[in-house]
C-alpha cells in the first residue's frame, strides 16, 4: 500500500471514529470510558498520520 493510499485510509477511520465520538456523545447512556477508548482510537490513527507524513 502506497502512502497516500495508507493516509487515505487513515483518515477515513479517523472520520468515522469522529462520527462514532458525535453519536456517543449524543446519547446520555454512552459510558464516559467508552467515550474515552474511541478518543485514545482517535488519537493513535492522528499519529499514525502524521508519522506519516513526517516519514512519507
Known amino acids: 500500500m502506497t ?3 495508507r493516509l487515505a485510509s487513515l483518515y477515513r477511520m479517523h472520520q ?3 462520527e ?3 453519536d456517543a ?3 446520555k447512556s ?3 470510558s ?3 477508548k474511541l478518543k485514545l482510537r482517535k ?5 499514525q498520520m502524521e508519522q ?3 516519514t512519507g
Open 3 to 5: 502512502t497516500d493510499a
Open 30 to 32: 454512552t459510558d464516559d
Open 34 to 36: 467508552d467515550i474515552k
Open 25 to 27: 456523545r449524543a446519547h
Open 52 to 54: 506519516l507524513r513526517e
Open 16 to 18: 468515522r471514529l469522529e
Open 43 to 47: 488519537l493513535a490513527i492522528k499519529q
Open 20 to 22: 462514532e465520538l458525535a
